[in-house]
């Protein structure tokens, strides 16, 4: 019902940047809070940043300073810039969106889209 598909992973070097992008399509009535997570091998999915509709973000403290979070609401897409990128970054990133869909708007449901490699070389 909401497809959610990233584009913009790759290979870089530390300290380079890579922006990320996430277009929502689909039978949506409310596209709200989206965010980014990332997985990296053997370690839990851990959350990246989100942002609501009205553009309040939140990181997690190891991205602060180095990643931005943005979005186009009339686009359905969120954005992630990435600087100053550290080996330690390296991890699958997944865009997330919480979102009501026509055929039931009582209920507000995770979205998840099938992720993009980031890789950070030394």
């Known amino acids: 019902q909401v497809q959610l598909v990233e584009s913009g992973g790759g290979l870089v070097q530390a300290g380079g940047s890579l922006r990320l992008s996430c277009t929502a399509s689909?039978?949506?009535?409310?596209?709200?809070?989206m965010g980014w997570y990332r997985q990296a091998p053997e370690k839990q999915r851990e959350l990246v940043a989100t942002?609501?509709?009205?553009?309040?973000?939140n990181y997690a403290d190891s991205v602060k300073g180095r990643f931005t979070i943005s979005r186009d609401n009339a686009k359905n897409t969120v954005y992630l810039q990435m600087n100053s990128l550290k080996p330690e970054d390296t991890a699958v990133y997944y865009c997330?969106?919480?979102?009501?869909?026509?055929?039931?708007?009582?209920?507000?449901?995770?979205?998840w889209g099938q992720g993009t490699q980031v890789t950070v070389s030394s």
């Open positions: 997330a969106a919480r979102a009501v869909v026509t055929s039931n708007l009582k209920v507000m449901t995770d979205y």
């Open positions: 689909g039978s949506i009535f409310s596209l709200n809070t």
């Open positions: 942002i609501t509709r009205l553009g309040f973000t």
